[in-house]
């Protein structure tokens, strides 16, 4: 991946303009459970 941006959980809301809307967004984390949740927060 040429960019990528690690941002908490916790601050997306803040950051949301940081993810770019025209590219595609992977969301992980270690199991899977931080990961679902940053996912809703940023298609809602």
């Keep these: 991946m040429k960019e990528q941006s690690h941002i908490m959980l916790g601050t997306i809301p803040d950051r949301i303009h940081d993810i770019p ?11 899977g459970v931080r990961s679902a949740i940053g996912a809703k927060s940023y298609i809602t």
Excluded: E, L
């Design 21 to 31: 809307a025209n590219r595609p967004t992977i969301v992980q984390c270690g199991s």
